[in-house]
Nanobody, 120 residues
Framework: EVQLAESGGGLVQAGGSLRLSCAAS????????IGWFRHAPGKEREGISC????????LYADSVKGRFTISSDIAKHTVYLQMNSLKPEDTAHYYC?????????????WGQGTQVTVSS
């Protein structure tokens, strides 16, 4: 059974940093891509980053490029999202998701998410 567990969310002041973790189990990690999404009240869900576990290729949305960094620890089956220079508009529920193959914005399995709140 595919399982994804996010952690690391919380409350932070604008300009601060957080690191989200996505612990994966139940599938061959190296064959899958992991993506991070966020959903803020009143807004559409937004794909913000992904990493292809097989070759480490990454994608970023323009809204987070230069501030967020995605990385993968294959041994721990965990993907991280380092978020720096956080802004109030980054406030959202953050989810990780996975799919077989390479990065895209279309995923099959989702975690429950973790809340990130950035105060001004």
């Amino acid at each position: 059974e595919v399982q994804l567990a996010e952690s690391g969310g919380g409350l932070v002041q604008a300009g601060g940093s957080l690191r989200l973790s996505c612990a994966a189990s139940g599938f061959p990690f190296v064959d899958y891509a992991i993506g991070w999404f966020r959903h803020a009240p009143g807004k559409e869900r937004e794909g913000i980053s992904c990493i292809s576990s097989s070759d480490g290729r990454t994608l970023y949305a323009d809204s987070v490029k230069g501030r967020f960094t995605i990385s993968s620890d294959i041994a721990k089956h965990t993907v991280y999202l380092q978020m720096n220079s956080l802004k109030p508009e980054d406030t959202a529920h953050y989810y990780c998701a996975t799919k077989y193959g390479m990065c895209s914005w279309d995923y099959d399995y989702w975690g429950q998410g973790t809340q990130v709140t950035v105060s001004s």
